[in-house]
């Protein structure tokens, strides 16, 4: 071999490395091994996510973190954009009875060998289809069955989907019902519903708030009694609703400040947009807008807020604080606005003309008025292009990001299949037909009279495949990585689950630099102790805890009906308070209420106002939902309705 490998391991067991015979077993929570080729360093870890494991075992249904970081040997640069591949499986083939040879095992994966499927795969990518039926399909491009399906999964919900919207790092989906009110919750990672969350009304728009730590629903009142127009804030971590306010009646959108201290939210048929302390889940102010506020865009480069009025054919521009700026004519029947990701310029569609207008986004004058045959409705953006969705023709619009520097730009066409979206019988979700493939050089296109999605790639004239599941109608569509992602300068992490106990091969493969790397790993079955292990805790009060600045804080939990450890375990907990706009953190004893048996109880102050997140941090695997606390001046609090704390 005329490179060089270094096997670092740390374990608590001795390990043997059996050349030629198979990969290495290791026995142990944590793997560090550092492998050096072709003048590149690269360190790879698996380390355990939660802490109630033992940290001398690998266990089934674990979440671990895989991460590989290359660096250059000769500069330590790191090396960005590196395609590599992962997968975990079992040792054994099922097809043979033998433990194939790393590298025929590589070639197996990367063959698409439909016999030589591994248990968890961390490359590629899956498309995600939001149904006309009450279902989310996983569709898996590198599997067809005769060019006929490919349908890797699909997720049940109690209702068809209205809208979607997915954190970052593919973790989660969170998915609004159109005819129930509820927001389903899907992992990821496992493709399971995990819940439905009850909201007071049916949902309308979902938004992350820019840290994705808190979901903005939008919902309307129905014919069902009780429910009502607002907004529900539900955590993404414990799924759990944070609080719900009231806003006026009408569909609404949601934008955000840059700086995330202000959710901005539209009310179609009051004619209001609501201006919200995205902290303090407080209206700070309400705009009234002459016509219709049909959409919103919040510009970071001047922190201004453009309200789209579809009535009268006007864009209004207020300030952060939702004071009056100025006001940009165009035609009646304008529509969706989208950003371009360069932040210059600030598209709108209009249906009714045939037309998309692009504005400066720094002075707000009107650039281009494009003509888009086919009632334009919905806009994406790739890193080059701008995709035009149209409702009454299958052809789908591209312009060119750099042609809107030069006057007159001109779009292109392409066939998105033979449908027209106008006549689609289920009727179009909110949530876009279109989504952007991995690298942003395509996008794929559903077609629901089809049942097909399409994809294109950017260069082509038209889209190269297409992907079907039978029994699911795709209405929207969005593509997520599997597994490994970049998260930093020459950094590659992904959170697992490890799928099945018994012996493992972790296969690792790339081919700039040139590697083929399995490593072994001994998976046990989670004990039953760890059940029993587990504290379960509830908060006392409300969703949302207030208090004032500097003023004693007491926060109070108790113990789940059925836990009881040990005294002095009890007291080996602690709350950790973590400021949402970022800042100090503190960790406040939880000590056991000598009066109240099974509860306990938090102290401290706070010197700064805003929104925290409480959590629960002990010796012991926790089960508890995070707490919000708002910490409010005095004059704040004398002011809202009901007074201080």
């Not at 079955?525 to 003023?551: D, M």
Request: glycine share 10%; hydrophobic share 40%.
């Amino acid at each position: 071999m005329s490179s060089v490998v270094r096997y670092a391991i740390c374990c608590a067991t001795g390990v043997a490395l059996l050349f030629g015979a198979g990969p290495s077993v290791l026995h142990a929570s944590y793997l560090n091994k550092t492998i050096e080729r072709d003048g590149l360093r690269i360190q790879f870890s698996i380390d355990p996510v939660a802490e109630q494991y033992a940290r001398d075992a690998l266990y089934a249904d674990q979440l671990v973190r895989i991460r590989m970081a290359i660096t250059r040997e000769a500069d330590g640069h790191p090396l960005n954009n590196w395609n590599v591949g992962a997968w975990l499986d079992r040792a054994m083939s099922a097809a043979s009875g033998a433990m194939p040879a790393c590298a025929q095992r590589v070639a197996g994966y990367l063959g698409g060998d439909l016999l030589q499927r591994p248990l968890l795969d961390l490359t590629g990518y899956y498309v995600l289809t939001l149904d006309a039926e009450p279902s989310v399909s996983v569709l898996d491009p590198a599997v067809s069955f005769a060019g006929r399906s490919s349908l890797y999964g699909a997720l049940k919900l109690k209702g068809r989907g209205f809208d979607w919207v997915k954190t970052s790092d593919d973790a989660k989906l969170f998915v609004g019902l159109a005819e129930e009110p509820a927001v389903a919750i899907a992992d990821l990672q496992t493709f399971q519903v995990l819940t439905h969350v009850a909201l007071p009304g049916l949902p309308t728009r979902l938004a992350l708030a820019p840290d994705e730590r808190l979901l903005w629903v939008g919902h309307i009142a129905a014919t069902k009694t009780g429910q009502q127009d607002g907004v529900t804030v539900i955590d993404t971590v414990t799924n759990h609703v944070v609080t719900s306010l009231p806003l006026p009646g009408g569909h609404h959108e949601f934008a955000f400040s840059e700086d995330g201290r202000y959710v901005y939210a539209t009310s179609r048929r009051a004619g209001t947009v609501t201006v919200l302390d995205a902290a303090m889940f407080s209206i700070v102010r309400t705009m009234t807008v002459p016509g219709e506020p049909m959409s919103m865009v919040s510009t970071p480069s001047n922190g201004l807020l453009w309200v789209v009025d579809g009535k009268h054919g006007r864009v209004h521009r207020y300030s952060a604080q939702g004071l009056p700026i100025d006001s940009i004519a165009l035609q009646p029947g304008i529509g969706p606005a989208k950003l371009s990701p360069d932040g210059r310029y600030v598209l709108v569609a209009n249906p009714s003309q045939h037309r998309v207008s692009v504005l400066n986004a720094a002075t707000g004058r009107p650039v281009h008025a494009i003509t888009v045959s086919g009632k334009p409705y919905d806009i994406i953006f790739s890193g080059q292009y701008v995709y035009v969705r149209n409702l009454e023709s299958e052809q789908v619009a591209l312009i060119s990001i750099a042609a809107l520097e030069r006057p007159n730009p001109m779009p292109q066409y392409i066939p998105a299949g033979s449908g027209i979206l106008a006549q689609a019988k289920e009727g179009l979700p909110i949530a876009s037909t279109m989504g952007l493939t991995l690298n942003k050089g395509g996008a794929f296109l559903a077609s629901p009279t089809e049942r097909t999605v399409y994809h294109y790639m950017e260069g082509m004239n038209a889209p190269d495949s297409g992907l079907r599941a039978y029994g699911h109608t795709p209405m929207a569509a969005l593509a997520i990585q599997r597994g490994l992602r970049q998260v930093g300068p020459g950094e590659y992490s992904a959170i697992v689950k490890l799928p099945s106990a018994g012996r493992m091969v972790l296969a690792i493969a790339s081919d700039a630099p040139q590697l083929r790397e399995c490593i072994g790993l001994h998976i046990e079955r989670a004990p039953a102790t760890l059940v029993s292990q587990r504290v379960a805790f509830e908060w006392l009060g409300g969703p949302v805890a207030r208090a004032l600045v500097g003023q004693p804080i007491t926060l109070r939990v108790r113990l789940k009906e059925g836990a009881q450890p040990d005294d002095h375990v009890l007291n080996r907990f602690e709350l950790f308070v973590v400021p949402a706009r970022g800042g100090r953190s503190a960790r406040w004893p939880l000590r056991t209420d000598e009066h109240t048996a099974g509860q306990l109880i938090g102290e401290g102050t706070l010197s700064e106002p805003g929104g925290y997140y409480v959590h629960i941090l002990g010796s012991q695997a926790v089960e508890a939902t995070f707490s919000t606390l708002v910490v409010e001046s005095a004059s704040s609090a004398t002011a809202r309705p009901g007074g201080p704390p």
